[in-house]
């Protein structure tokens, strides 16, 4: 389960920023607890939250920073070597000290029957890990499991630091093994260290990230993939039919061609019979974005995962989006605790007027960008809206920020002048 992730000098996003799912005091009954507390109070983390802002201010960016940090956890042993002395990480680009200055990426997670806090994260400059740390809570009390600093010169490697008896595994053999350019917990996880693959392994099953349009056939095959498979196709055959049937698509249900063993949707007929459409050529794009999500979906539900979503209101209807994040919010629908992380620009999922705003005030982050072309992330909670407001329009009235600087008619009388200048 993530609770927080933290993160510096990515993309757009220059200043440190830290997304927390920590379920506040503006926490409407959708926080699910941790078996974690603080101060006496337990510890309740949210299973949705959606982030909000104009376009180009940075909402994309967040989401590629998980993904980064992800594939940083399982590629740096391998991949990373093919290019010694070299990180591919992304820094700000719009000021010359960022080049300079590391990269940062931390999450703290929830993870275990027995509910353990862990903070794990690393900074990284163009050439190596500069630094890379793993500490663990049991019982609320801090565990150093390593922390690690780069030295000068380069030849020298890095200091590592293992404080008590935290960690348990061969300290030696992994530190030698582990490249300046490489993460210590992917080596230890790729080296069967079974400490370190604890964490390791959620960086494997979470922050799956999907994206409008650039990898639909991708998630279409996924979707296929989990019809086709013959442990529990079964199972899920029938939830899919449901969920393409509950989407008001037409759909009546769903078999194979069997003469080219592709999928067949049937639909129903002006006379109430049924007929079924070429999924390639004759089904619409409406249809094909709502079964490519049913694959992730379904399978992050079944992990207890965290699904990342970029432009939830590209892929699905205002309608469709809403009911995705009830189906999160709803402990019998996701009753392993699957987590939920969607940017969009649809505001109707802030209000009450259409969408019953599936929502809560404390789920709400935006991103907005400076002047100088920096990524400002914070949370709909900074105003402090009542729990009665309208959060649509005040969204839109730019309240909370977020929304483009254009008044009305900018861009209109702007086309006006250009075209009188070209006539004159």
Request: proline share 5%.
């Amino acid at each position: 389960m993530l609770i927080r992730f933290r993160l510096a000098n990515h993309r757009s996003i220059r200043d440190e920023h830290e997304l927390s799912l920590i379920a506040t005091e503006f926490d409407e009954g959708t926080g699910r607890r941790t078996g974690l507390s603080h101060r006496g109070r337990d510890v309740s983390v949210q299973p949705v939250l959606g982030v909000f802002g104009a376009n180009a201010s940075g909402k994309s960016n967040l989401l590629s920073g998980f993904q980064f940090m992800r594939d940083a956890v399982r590629d740096s042993f391998a991949d990373w070597a093919k290019a010694p002395g070299m990180v591919p990480r992304r820094p700000f680009k719009l000021d010359s000290t960022s080049r300079e200055e590391t990269s940062l990426f931390e999450v703290d997670l929830v993870l275990g029957r027995d509910p353990v806090r862990y903070t794990y994260g690393f900074e990284l400059s163009d050439e190596r890990v500069e630094a890379e740390w793993l500490h663990a809570y049991p019982h609320g009390r801090r565990n150093v499991w390593f922390d690690r600093e780069a030295v000068r010169p380069e030849s020298e490697g890095g200091e590592f630091i293992f404080r008590g008896e935290g960690f348990k595994g061969e300290r030696e053999p992994l530190v030698k093994l582990t490249r300046p350019n490489a993460l210590f917990l992917s080596v230890g996880a790729t080296l069967n260290d079974p400490q370190l693959s604890v964490v390791h392994r959620w960086f494997l099953n979470n922050l799956w990230l999907v994206t409008p349009e650039r990898d639909l056939g991708g998630r279409v095959g996924w979707t296929t993939e989990l019809l086709t498979r013959p442990d529990n196709a079964g199972s899920y055959h029938q939830r899919i039919v449901q969920l393409l049937q509950s989407a008001d698509l037409g759909i009546t249900r769903l078999d194979t061609d069997p003469e080219t063993g592709d999928i067949r949707l049937w639909h129903r007929t002006a006379d109430d019979g049924e007929t079924p459409l070429d999924f390639r050529t004759e089904e619409s794009l409406g249809t094909h974005a709502w079964f490519a999500f049913l694959g992730p979906m379904l399978t992050m539900l079944d992990r207890g995962s965290v699904l990342l979503v970029d432009e939830l209101d590209s892929s699905l209807h205002p309608t469709l989006a809403a009911e995705v994040v009830r189906v999160f919010q709803d402990p019998a629908s996701n009753p392993r605790g699957a987590q939920l992380i969607f940017t969009t620009h649809d505001a109707t999922l802030l209000g009450n007027e259409v969408l019953d705003r599936p929502l809560n005030r404390d789920q709400v982050w935006i991103t907005a960008k400076r002047r100088t072309g920096e990524t400002e992330l914070y949370p709909l909670t900074e105003a402090k809206p009542r729990k009665e407001e309208n959060l649509e329009r005040g969204y839109l009235r730019g309240r909370y920020g977020g929304v483009p600087r254009v008044t009305a008619g900018e861009i209109a009388r702007e086309l006006s002048r250009q075209e009188a200048k070209a006539t004159a």
